[in-house]
């Protein structure tokens, strides 16, 4: 999971989507749901902008490996029918994470604010600790540690994804430093390209940390995740 910045809408749409919501009486998610089965353009509209804004080619905001397919509601229909088109509530995900993890849970803490991460809200960095030799999330708040379990963040398969992305981004950062413009160019579009931008993203913020020679273990590998020509070539996020 990154940090994501959400994009603005075209005027034309929050009109549209303010008259749908208009329609939804308070508390009926049957509407709500009937209603956003069959607004196809608009559903499709909200789909492709948060692929722009999503890593990659449009991976899931959740795991950051699947491709995101459908639009999650971060707060589910069930719960607010009335946060059906409610831009600031539409998420990204893979079909994985939409029909086997997330689903309709929304858990609260005692004063009813979400114990789920929004990456477009909050810096998931902030709740999560990457361990990047294991490609393991350990919690650094309750947030992250709900987040972690309704997820399924540390579902084995994207553990050793991340572990596999790990070693990619090495590579590519090892590429970027020795080849010419056009070489340093690809490299850097391919680190961007990559499921599991969490990686990279844990990777560049760790490198800063105390104690990061120790995380590494590869001085020259440390010495370039710091760079600046670097970090500002991938400062496009
Ligand atoms: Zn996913």
């Known amino acids: 999971m990154i940090a994501l910045q959400r994009a603005s809408l ?5 009109t549209e989507l ?49 491709l995101g397919t459908s639009v999650d509601h ?8 009335r946060r059906a088109f409610d831009w600031l509530n539409h998420l990204l995900a ?14 609260l803490d005692a004063d009813g604010h979400p114990l789920l991460i929004d990456p477009t809200a909050e810096d998931p960095l902030d709740h999560l600790f990457l361990v990047i030799s294991l490609g ?4 650094q708040t309750e ?6 379990a309704v997820c399924g963040l540390n579902r084995p398969l994207l553990e050793r994804g991340r572990a596999a992305a790990v070693d990619q981004v090495a590579a590519l950062i090892f590429r970027w430093r020795t080849g010419v413009p056009e070489t340093r160019d690809r490299a850097v579009w391919t680190l961007r390209d990559q499921p599991h931008a969490d ?34 070539a991938l400062a496009t996020w």
Request: glycine fraction near 8%.
């Open 74 to 81: 971060f707060e589910p229909i069930a719960r607010n029918p």
């Open 199 to 232: 990686v990279l993203q844990a990777m560049l913020r760790q490198a800063s940390m105390p104690g990061a020679s120790r995380v590494f273990g590869d001085n020259e590998l440390l010495d370039l995740l710091r760079d600046e020509e670097l970090r500002r």
């Open 94 to 107: 893979c079909e994985f994470c939409n029909s086997h993890f997330k689903r309709d849970r929304f858990p």
């Open 18 to 66: 303010t008259r749908l919501t208009s329609r939804i009486p308070h508390g009926d998610s049957d509407t709500a749901r009937k209603l956003w089965r069959s607004s196809r353009d608009t559903r499709r509209f909200i789909r492709d902008r948060l692929g722009l804004m999503a890593a990659g080619r449009g991976y899931c905001m959740y795991c950051g490996d699947g």
């Open 143 to 148: 947030k992250g540690r709900t987040t972690i």
């Open 136 to 139: 393991t999330y350990l919690p």
């Open 10 to 14: 075209p005027p034309a749409v929050v």
